[in-house]
């Protein structure tokens, strides 16, 4: 059974350059979460979507980024102009419908490098 | 907004002693997860705790839930190689919104 897919795996760009990372949820979930992980701020909560609308985006960090949710198998977290301080690891989490805090199946996770 | 803190930030220890990381919240939580998360890894979800005062045990790992929902423990006995990692505490809060805490290294020395 395939878990949570992220793509790519490593990313490597120039400041200024758009970034475009991919996540595949695990079939049936239907909250869809995006974390970046970074020494200095550890786990941050980026976006959160709920049956594919956006419910929570004041994780995100400024008007760099944005995500989408087309459907309920495809999510797309795009910064736009990267910056070096970009640089970090992004990951997608999904959880199945209940009523509280499920617990988090997370991808393997995009290492961006931002030079 | 919520904080979750966690001590210590590292730890090393020698294969066969004891390992404990604690995690405290500023607010009731509603519900306490862990999560261990291997070098180079992702992390993978352990165990959640939602009753004041909850003990939870699996195999070598003890989890607790203190009684005012408010702070958490995670121990390993006899720790072995394949306890390595960093162990994350997770607050649960209002919807379905946890809020990470900054994780314990544990390094285990042969």
């Known amino acids: 059974d395939a878990g949570v897919i992220q793509s790519p795996r490593h990313e490597v760009t120039e400041m200024g350059q758009e970034v475009t990372l991919r996540c595949k949820p695990i079939s049936g979930h239907n909250s869809l979460f995006w974390y970046r992980q970074t020494m200095m701020r550890g786990l941050e909560l980026l976006i959160y979507?709920?049956?594919?609308?956006?419910?929570?985006d004041s994780g995100m960090p400024e008007d760099r980024f944005s995500a989408k949710m087309p459907n309920a198998s495809f999510s797309t977290l795009k910064i736009q102009p990267s910056e070096p301080r970009d640089s970090a690891v992004y990951f997608c989490?999904?959880?199945?419908?209940?009523?509280?805090?499920?617990?988090?199946?997370f991808g393997s996770g995009t290492q961006l490098s931002v030079l | 907004g919520q904080q979750v803190m966690q001590i210590p930030q590292y730890q090393h220890v020698q294969e066969g002693e004891d390992f404990t990381t604690y995690c405290n919240s500023s607010t009731t939580l509603s519900n306490i997860q862990w999560y261990k998360q291997r070098p180079g890894g992702h992390p993978v979800f352990l165990i959640q705790l939602v009753k004041s005062g909850e003990v939870k045990k699996q195999k070598r790992l003890t989890f607790q839930f203190g009684e005012a929902k408010k702070n958490s423990s995670l121990h390993i006995t006899a720790t072995q190689t394949t306890d390595v990692g960093t162990y994350f505490c997770a607050g649960g809060g209002s919807a379905r919104q946890l809020t990470f805490g900054s994780g314990t290294q544990l390094t285990v020395l042969p």
């Open positions: 979507f709920n049956n594919n609308v956006p419910i929570d």
């Open positions: 989490a999904s959880t199945p419908p209940g009523g509280g805090n499920e617990k988090l199946f």
